[in-house]
T-cell receptor
Framework: LAKTTQPVSMDSYEGQEVNITCSHN???????ITWYQQFPSQGPRFIIQ???TKVTNEVASLFIPADRKSSTLSLPRVSLSDTAVYYC????????????FGSGTRLQVQP | ETGVTQTPRHLVMGMTNKKSLKCEQH?????MYWYKQSAKKPLELMFV???????ENNSVPSRFSPECPNSSHLFLHLHTLQPEDSALYLC?????????????FGQGTRLTVV
């Protein structure tokens, strides 16, 4: 499974755009890039998934360069409720080996 | 509400007790997982089941015993636990296949071993 590297923590203010970058140099051809959000004492929640180029949904955007060795999760106009840990995962769910979570990025949004 | 339900939400047990955690999903998923999350640590994968067959056991001590009677239910039987086993235990399910990596997590069971 491809190893991922992301910043341990980030700080932001309400209304700002937050970009969290994840490095995954050993990504395999079939791997997808997935981001999860986790609030304290809750299970992680799927945010967005992509394979290449750009993906956007109602919550976030995911930018993936052509070489796919990194990806950037973009959260537009964050609010206090976006304070959470964000995990970048790389792999493919085959049902025989679960996706592995790294340490994640702890985002703190301040007023 | 993710469609994955875990019970109980909180559990306090002594080191000599036997208890079970339950996870249930009716999303049509055929893969189910147990994860452990200790305070301020990443999620640790414990077990993976696919179509009721255990496909991964991540070197988990035998005091944790999983059971998957069908694709909708997953149990984690606990016995003679240690205080360091206190953690948030999370169940997840997914529908494996090409082009998807979305797992649905339950709210977790907060376990305290005294």
């Amino acid at each position: 499974l491809a190893k991922t590297t992301q910043p341990v923590s980030m700080d932001s203010y309400e209304g700002q755009e937050v970009n969290i970058t994840c490095s995954h140099n050993n990504i395999a051809t079939n791997d997808y890039i997935t981001w999860y959000q986790q609030f304290p004492s809750q299970g992680p929640r799927f945010i967005i998934q992509g394979y290449k180029t750009k993906v956007t949904n109602e919550v976030a955007s995911l930018f993936i360069p052509a070489d796919r060795k990194s990806s950037t999760l973009s959260l537009p106009r964050v609010s206090l409720s976006d304070t959470a840990v964000y995990y970048c995962l790389v792999g493919l769910d085959t049902g025989r080996r679960a996706l592995t979570f790294g340490s994640g990025t702890r985002l703190q949004v301040q007023p | 509400e993710t469609g994955v339900t875990q019970t109980p939400r909180h559990l306090v047990m002594g080191m000599t007790n036997k208890k079970s955690l339950k996870c249930e999903q009716h999303l049509g998923h055929n893969a189910m997982y147990w994860y452990k999350q200790s305070a301020k640590k990443p999620l640790e994968l414990m077990f993976v089941y696919n179509f009721k067959e255990q496909t991964e056991n991540n070197s988990v001590p035998s005091r944790f015993s999983p059971e998957c009677p069908n694709s909708s239910h997953l149990f984690l039987h606990l016995h003679t636990l240690q205080p360091e086993d206190s953690a948030l235990y999370l169940c997840a399910s997914s529908l494996p296949g090409e082009g998807t990596t979305e797992a649905f997590f339950g709210q977790g069971t907060r376990l305290t071993v005294v």
